[in-house]
């Protein structure tokens, strides 16, 4: 289990999925990006996405993502999103009293269960206290986190 903090933002495209039977239907579907922007967020999601739907699709809606952080599994069979929303229990030093806050995280896994086992992981190197408030799958198909240029790639302009 691997985590990313980053500016994640919630994407909605719209296109036509050909379905089991062979009917062309129109679908939306929510993504996540890692993006420094909107602008680099609607780049990025037409750039992954057109890798997978042949023929047109329209960026429907962009926002930013409330996740405070991200929760991959390295497990294959962990094809879905739960929400998983944390309250965080602290002292406060100077008046001794206790404070509650509360964090929107997103953990991979194949079922509910599963993902309250990966919270659990992910949450385990914590100091914190910790109390899970909610867990919820979501209609998300898919996060695409930002990947570092490969030693192998070239830059675009090379000086000559």
Request: one cysteine or more; a negative charge; hydrophobic letters at 35%.
């Amino acid at each position: 289990m691997r985590s990313r903090t980053a500016n994640w933002f919630e994407c909605k495209i719209r296109y036509e999925k050909t379905m089991e039977d062979g009917l062309q239907k129109k679908v939306n579907e929510s993504y996540v990006v890692d993006a420094l922007s909107f602008s680099e967020a609607e780049e990025r999601i037409i750039d992954e996405m057109s890798a997978y739907i042949s023929g047109e699709f329209n960026v429907k809606d962009i926002k930013m993502a409330p996740y405070g952080e991200i929760f991959f599994s390295d497990d294959a069979s962990d094809d879905r999103w739960y929400k998983a929303r944390l309250q965080f229990i602290t002292i406060d030093e100077k008046t001794d009293k206790e404070k509650r806050s509360s964090v929107t995280y997103l953990f991979q896994a194949s079922t509910l269960p599963g993902a309250v086992k990966n919270i659990e992981t992910g949450m385990s190197g914590t100091m914190v206290d910790y109390t899970i408030l909610s867990v919820a799958e979501t209609t998300l198909m898919d996060v695409f986190e930002y990947k570092k240029a490969e030693k192998n790639d070239k830059p675009e302009y090379e000086e000559q």
